[in-house]
């Protein structure tokens, strides 16, 4: 089910009460961009620490956002079936007042997202706003202050159009006289009417505005004590929190799914995560440790079905896959498990029946759909393989938790130095291939990319330089370690070998050779400045 801004309002009642009711939530994300390109080397890498990789993410989050984001609601209706609705929220920044926020376009995403179908008409005309807690603040105090300015070019066009009727009216006007503000055209939001509203009222102390919906507010003159009276009505639409309400948009179900604390699933979230911390809560800390601590108190659980999958498969005889629908059609292939009884039910609701109908990879609501299912399913499947028949055709949500204890809150890291971030507790280290030096001889200028480019036909390694002319690699296959170690064994000018950090580390190198020196000069003082010989 596609929902904008034109239906989020009357959506959000009933969204409130399935989100409370359900067993756990589906999470996907479509972005402006992935990866930024600036600064230089912001690519993922086996070199990322957690702390590194954060640092890069953040980079990418701050200069790109959100165009669609999907939630699948999972309520479990018994022992074994499960009803889902899945919803695609298009979502655009909020330009109420002096809001306004600059973002960034990957032409590749946006290539990616127009090959399969994504409607940019509705991200632009019908997107939710949303803000964090710091921007909600700073409209706060405008509030409080009373000073309300128009950033948006669009709105003021329409403001001042507005403004300048009013004022030719309100001349001739007598006291309780009205007039009805047609044709607001732009105006993509009710939300963004507000600020017609709040500038009359600012500009002009004799007038009241009320909106009558569709693009419509009606102005009426009235003296300073009646007006007086309206303001400190509770059917005031412009009060401050409806101001706030209305303006803080999407931002209004993320403080309800916060609050009701479901377990969060996704695939590869890591991005999802820093998105919904600095889209809907506040800016991305500088620190890592101040990040993750947010993270699990705004989610205590989180499930990552690639952390999940990536183990299922080192001990299945599965296909290899390469993306989540891949990993869905695997898990409910027939030969997995022909006609058992015990397999959890998935029913799509009434307004999400289309996913049921046909495939939609990567529009937001069916991949949410997707993360769900393919949770279930795997978490079925450990359960199958340590329970009995009994346990299995009784299966609960709550027994699928405990199967999956060891998966939770662990999100996986996209080619990094650890396999994944643990939320919870400590980053566990990964098991990789050992590290690889790179001597270059008779090679002058060589640099990284070509080294990679001479690489490439055989294998893929991340490389970094270690000298003027040494390069240390490293790859997470082992067969890709032994492929180039065999291969380049007797290449004239590049002399490739495992690593040894004391043999190799040019800090361990220039501390040898100084420790070389002072001892030699040491020995030379103990031989030259002996101590004289004992006359008889």
Known sequence: MDVGAADFARCLPSLRDRVRRAAFLGLDMEFTGLHSVFPQNNQPSLFDSPAE???????????????????????????NKYVVHSYNFFLFPSTLGVMDAEFTLSASSIQFLSHYGFDYNKFLKDGIPYMNELQ?????????????????????NVVKKAIDEV??????????????????????????????????RQALPNVWTEPLGDNEVMV??????????????????????????????????????VKAKKPLVGHNMLMDLCHLHDKFYNPLPESYEEFKKNIHHLFPVLIDTKTVTKSIWKNYQFPR??????????????????????????????????????????????DA????????????????SLTDDAAKANSSFSQYLTMLAEYLNKVNVIRGGVSSINFSGEDASCRYPPPLVVRVRGWPRLDERQIYQELQPLCRFDIRRLSENQFILLSNRFKHVIRV????????????????????????????????????????AFVLGGSPSRSP
Not at 55 to 64: A, D, E, G, M, T
Request: net charge neutral; glycine share 4%.
């Open 369 to 384: 759909f997707l993360c769900g299912s393919v949770l279930l399913k795997s978490a079925h499947l450990l359960l199958c």
């Open 53 to 79: 990789r954060y640092q890069k993410v953040r980079q990418s989050v701050q200069r790109f956002t959100i165009t669609q984001l999907g939630l699948a609601i999972f309520s479990e209706e018994n022992s």
């Open 485 to 524: 170690l065999r291969d380049y064994k007797n290449h004239p000018k590049l002399q490739i070998s495992v690593y040894r950090h004391w043999r190799h580390s040019p800090h361990v190198n220039c501390l040898l050779k100084v420790s070389g020196i002072v001892a030699l000069w040491s020995l030379l």
């Open 321 to 366: 896959v390469s993306n989540l629908l891949e990993v869905y059609e695997v898990l409910c292939s027939s030969d997995l498990n022909p006609m058992d009884p015990s397999c959890p039910v998935i029913a799509l609701a009434s307004d999400s029946v289309r996913y049921a109908e046909k495939a939609a990879p990567h529009e937001a609501a069916y």
């Open 220 to 257: 009426k003159k009235v003296s300073p004590q009646h007006r007086c009276l309206l303001e400190s009505s509770s059917h005031d639409s412009c009060q401050k929190e409806l101001i706030l309400t209305s303006a803080r948009g999407f931002t209004n179900l993320f403080q309800i799914i």
């Open 136 to 156: 909600e603040k700073i409209l706060s105090q405008r509030l409080l202050q009373g000073s309300w300015e128009v950033c948006s070019a669009l709105n003021m």
């Open 167 to 200: 004022t030719c009216w309100i001349a001739a006007a007598k006291e309780g006289d009205s007039m009805i503000l047609q044709d607001l055209s732009g105006m993509k939001q009710d939300s963004q009417m507000l600020d017609v509203q709040l500038v009359l």
